[in-house]
């Protein structure tokens, strides 16, 4: 608020202390008026407020949209990556287990290891990154999962690459779990569907584009250039991530803002008689000695081990206590696994039954690579409209909004299924199930949407720990199932073996019909959304 900067109608405060005033830094915070001291001669003639430092502590909200877009682009191929670092895996099984005599459901333990750290990790990385910084972060992560992948490149032992895959997993996990943070850094809410669309499509796309590629690799040169390949990338998105986006969480900013102000501030008390403070926003003012500066989101907070008690322990009572997070974590798992379980099975089906070669039967993927990049502009103009076309009976301001073309869409996944376990056969040209694989990825980008959109916009202050209790069990049980998979399809057959999954996915598509419905009613009885109303 603006204040007046007189020091001839500065007044004292009530209780008459004007030696210090505690003040809450923003970014476009009005900045004390040193009051001259023509007696003292150390007092500059043109003592002005230090204006340069409101400039150099912009919100990542003012940022330009080149450089939102910039910004937005290496976040997005970092989450291409973390998906590739995941799947990429699958085609190297049969090569590793020749190497190190070894049978192929154990080289898939790979996987399973790579998400543990990738589903976990995140719940200590994001009270490091409150306190530190989210830059801070992405470096040292992305650093560790660059030496990671050259381990992978050159081990020379099973256990040795079981190692490397977790902690692989660790490095990676901060693109998973922070990008979204990131993303509503640098975007104002209204301005946030969009680039989180684009940001999950992303993570999709990858996930098809890892065995893609790596298919090709194997077959053509050796499996350890599907991890020498992923260092190249990975170091390349590093680097360019520390270079080209600045810290964007608003509290560390602040903090750095606060410093700098108090550093100022201290130097020039000793040179002015005072400086001019606003009292409660209003334009009375007093004259202070001194100024501190403090961080409103930074008060009061715990010690670091306290914020990461806090971290794990909250989502996991979240996911048990509040029966909406436990069916989205649910619903989001199923989905995820089936991108997980196409991992082995796609390979599986088409060289069993259409004889494809290693790298015929993983270009495959490039269904979901092209469902991957169909699904987000589908559904940004679905938004779209809705907002476009309100209809009293599909009211936009309730989270179940985010529900409403998810209640159709989602079926895709279990048709897809279906389509893909029951047309897999030689007289059937092999696009079809190709084609099925193709609508179950827009079944499962579908839900990932609108799980991530109603969490959030549900439990506000406790969305991101609503999310992380989903994300650590999609990632968690997704990686478990490739063990099985072939066991599964191998026992089963085809179509059974996809029916299975497709009947889970019909009946949890019922789910979101139920929070349309009744979404308010439920949202009404959860201790957690209560407290947030109060």
């Known amino acids: 608020m603006p204040f007046d900067t007189n020091p001839h109608e500065a007044k004292a405060a009530p209780d008459g202390s004007m030696d210090t005033v505690d003040l809450e830094v923003t970014f476009d915070a009005n900045l004390p008026i040193p009051v001259l001291d023509t007696d003292n001669e150390a007092t500059p003639p043109d003592l002005k407020p230090p204006v340069h430092l409101n400039a150099k502590f912009r919100s990542p909200l ?9 910004a937005l682009f290496l976040l997005c191929m970092a989450s291409i990556f973390s998906s590739v670092a995941a799947s990429a895996y699958s085609p190297t099984k049969e090569a590793m287990a020749s190497e190190w005599g070894v049978n192929r459901t154990a080289v898939l333990v790979g996987i399973t290891i790579f998400t543990t750290g990738f589903a ?30 050259i381990c992978s490149a050159e081990a020379k032992s099973y256990s040795g690459m079981m190692a490397a895959r977790f902690f692989a997993g660790v490095g990676c996990s901060s693109y998973s779990g922070m990008i979204g943070g990131t993303i509503s850094d640098i975007y104002a809410p209204h301005e946030r569907n969009t680039p989180m669309t684009i940001f999950s499509g992303c993570a999709l796309f990858g996930a098809g584009l890892g065995p893609l590629v790596s298919g090709f690799i194997v077959q053509y040169a050796s499996w350890r250039w599907v991890f020498w390949m992923q260092a190249i990338a990975n ?178 996944l279990p048709i897809g299924l279906f389509v893909f376990g029951w047309t897999a056969r030689e007289q059937v040209h092999w696009v079809v199930p190709a084609l099925g694989i193709g609508l179950a990825t827009l079944g ?91």
């Not at 990932?448 to 439990?459: E, G, K, R, T, W």
């Not at 490739?482 to 085809?494: D, E, K």
């Not at 029916?499 to 019909?506: C, D, R």
């Open 235 to 412: 170091a390349l998105v590093v680097v360019s991530m520390a270079a080209f986006i600045p810290e964007t969480r608003s509290n560390v900013l602040l903090q750095r803002k606060a410093e700098a102000l108090n550093e100022w501030y201290g130097k020039q008390a000793g040179r002015a008689s005072g400086f001019v403070v606003p009292v409660d926003g209003s334009k009375q003012s007093i004259v202070s000695r001194q100024i501190r500066w403090n961080v409103k989101d930074n008060q009061g907070r715990g010690s670091i081990g306290q914020m990461i008690a806090t971290s794990v322990t909250l989502p996991f009572m979240l996911l048990f206590t509040e029966p909406v997070v436990f069916f989205f974590s649910l619903w989001a798992t199923f989905s995820w696994s089936i991108v997980y379980i196409c991992f082995a099975a796609v390979p599986l089906v088409f060289t069993e039954i259409y004889h494809f070669n290693l790298s015929s039967a993983n270009a495959v993927f490039a269904s979901t690579c092209v469902a991957a990049i169909i699904a987000p502009p589908i559904s940004i103009y679905q938004e779209r409209w809705l907002d476009r076309h309100p209809s009293p009976r599909l009211p936009l301001d309730r989270p179940e909004r985010r529900l409403y073309f998810s209640c159709v869409e989602s079926i895709l």
């Open 444 to 534: 499962v980008f579908s839900v990932y949407l609108a799980v991530f959109n109603y969490l959030a916009d549900s439990y506000h202050g406790y969305a991101s720990s609503a999310l992380a209790a989903q994300s650590s069990c999609r990632n968690f049980i997704a990686g478990i199932l490739p063990l099985v998979t072939l066991q599964m399809y191998t026992n089963l057959g085809y179509g059974p073996a996809s029916s299975l999954l497709g009947g889970i996915g019909l009946r949890l598509t019922a789910g979101p019909w139920v929070l349309v419905g009744f979404g308010e009613t439920i949202r009404e009885k959860s201790r957690f959304a209560n407290k947030l109303n109060q």
């Open 62 to 70: 003012t940022w330009s949209t080149s450089r939102r877009s910039i």
């Open 120 to 149: 976990f990790t995140p719940m200590i990385l994001a009270p490091i990154s409150e306190v530190w910084g989210r830059k801070l972060v992405f470096a040292s992560t992305g650093v560790v999962l660059v030496i990671c992948q």
